[in-house]
């Protein structure tokens, strides 16, 4: 059996979901030192504002969940393994200490709801003229998460991934070189006390950021190491982040908020092209039946985040999910149990598709194993059929760098992931898109097509950099660095009887680690 097709599927459709759940992979791993005793964040005090207006600092000044000097920052990066030595290799030593406030604000959800969200606000200090005086701003987006205890600011080896090597990329590349660092866990996560997290729905995900620098800049004066803001502001993010990054440049272009510099990495900003490749497959069938739990809770996330934004994907959610399961996905995700008891306990079923899907009495008996019967699998056949029917009566030009979301269809679903898709906009700050060509999770035409799509629209010369990370060093070559940290990191990986090419490992380590270097180092030329 040939099983190009269905592994080639599932990659375009895991990038369909812009990394979703990405970062849940480990780091290539070392034997840890010993943990530093728990940090116990200090209790809020000060002015507190329960306007509910967006933007509002909850407590000003937001409490402070730890301090590292540069050798406790040198020793929590240690915790990480192999990804916080690199990432430290890659940074050089730290300049500044660095306090870790954890602050929330108010912001809203995806139907304009009140609610709020949670950060952390980076502060260096010290005596280092690079820890002093007026500084950049820059504000950095995590990955996706299925766990809701995503907590920017935490080092802790045991926390998310998603959030453990943003922290740490943050911390080390940008805040401990003097650099204010704003990193917002994203409304749904950690403290928030919105019910949902609005997976890929830019214009949320862009006010989210923005209220979040609303209101950390608030506290500058406040904190008891004051800052002063240097008027520079610096966006960048990974994956999800990379997503977000773009949305929130793009918003605050249109909202005359001036945008220094920003760095989009790894990001899915072309989203309709990965959902229009994917389900409009031959091997789709094949494909979507092999998706695991975390595929199906990475769906069903998005999924909520559309019908909350938009009201239209059903009516009831037994309209999408089988009865057994329709009561309770659109609180599932993100989620405080590990994704293997949801299974256990019957909140997720065994399958995502029935076997009543058209086209299953045609597959091999070995591929008829990953069905299950409408009782034990997730989507009901009716919805996914009249969606793929619509792909195949109203094909779309998403690969077109003129016009790539001018088509005329007639799903709901379809329409919010158009509706997402990022290119509808020129940028007029310097941008970088970094990603790397093996990248299976999000693939690296996100980056070319984006590109292609702002050069038709007429994009200031040299304004848009791509980089490919995954490719040889070439002569005077400004992103030296970050492409041999790829190469280091790939090393690393073989070296520990890892398979770099794997998809996660891939996306989650190597990428990573040459793209967020490759941002700091193209931010370089605009401090």
């Known amino acids: 059996m040939n099983q190009t097709g269905p592994i080639l599927l599932l990659a375009t459709l895991l990038a369909a979901l812009g990394g979703c759940g990405s970062g849940g992979s480990a780091p290539v791993a070392a034997t840890p030192a010993p943990s530093p005793a728990p940090v116990t964040p200090t209790p809020p005090t000060g002015v507190a504002d329960t306007s509910g207006a967006r933007g509002a600092l909850l407590f000003n000044p937001p409490p402070l969940a730890q301090s590292l000097d540069p050798a406790g920052l040198v020793q929590a990066l240690g915790l990480l393994g192999r990804t916080g030595a690199q990432i430290l290799s890659a940074a050089g030593q730290p300049k500044c200490s660095i306090d870790f406030h954890q602050f929330e604000y108010s912001t809203v959800g995806v ?14 200090n010290g005596t280092d003229p690079a820890c002093s005086g007026k500084r950049p701003v820059l504000m950095y987006g995590h990955g996706s998460s299925l766990q809701r205890n995503v907590r920017m600011g935490d080092l802790s080896p045991n926390a998310p991934y998603s959030s453990t090597s943003a922290t740490a990329a943050a911390a080390a590349l940008y805040a401990a070189q003097g650099y204010i660092v704003i990193a917002p866990n ?18 949320q995900n862009a006010k989210d950021m923005i209220d979040a620098l609303t209101a950390a800049r608030k506290a500058f004066a406040k904190l008891p190491h004051p800052v002063a803001d240097s008027g520079k502001l610096f966006l960048t993010g990974y994956s999800e982040g990379g997503y977000v990054t773009m949305a929130t440049q793009r918003a605050m272009q249109a909202a005359g908020i001036s945008v220094t510099a920003a760095a989009p990495l790894s990001g899915n900003y072309a989203e ?85 899907m058209p086209g299953y009495a045609g597959l091999p008996a070995a591929e008829q194993a990953a069905y299950g019967t409408p009782d034990t699998s997730l989507l009901k056949s009716a919805y996914l059929t009249a969606l793929l029917n619509d792909i195949v009566s109203h ?7 003129t016009a790539p979301l001018d088509c ?8 919010a992931w158009f509706k997402n898709d990022l290119r509808t906009w020129v940028p007029t700050a310097p941008l970088l898109m970094c990603g790397g060509n093996g990248d299976g999770v999000v693939p690296f035409n996100n980056a070319t097509l984006t590109q292609a799509y702002f050069n038709a629209h007429g994009v200031g010369a040299g304004l848009v950099t ?11 070559d400004p992103y030296a660095g970050a492409k041999n940290l790829f190469a280091e990191t790939r090393r690393l990986v073989i070296a520990a009887n890892g398979n770099p090419a794997d998809p996660d490992t891939y996306h989650d380590s190597l990428a990573f680690a040459g793209c967020n270097v490759a941002a700091r180092d193209f931010f370089k030329a605009y401090q």
């Open 111 to 124: 139907g304009g709801e009140t609610t709020t969200a949670s950060g952390s606000l980076m502060v260096p």
């Open 186 to 203: 994203y409304a749904g996560y950690d403290t928030s006390t919105l019910s949902y997290h609005a997976h890929h729905v830019a214009e």
């Open 272 to 356: 309709s092209v990965s959902y229009e490749t994917s389900l409009g497959s031959p091997d789709l069938l094949r494909g979507l039946a092999q998706l695991g739990a975390d595929a199906m809770l990475d769906l069903t996330l998005q999924f909520t985040a559309w019908q909350k934004a938009y009201g239209n994907l059903y009516a009831a959610p037994s309209e999408l999910y089988q009865p057994a399961y329709a009561a309770s996905m659109e609180t599932l995700a993100p989620t405080l149990l590990p994704i293997n008891r949801l299974i256990a306990t019957g909140k997720l079923p065994p399958h995502l598709l029935a076997n009543d």
């Open 395 to 401: 094909p779309c030009p998403v690969g077109s760098s």
């Open 408 to 415: 005329a269809h007639a799903h709901p679903m379809r329409a």
């Open 466 to 476: 791509v980089l490919d990370v995954d490719t040889p060093v070439l002569a005077n």
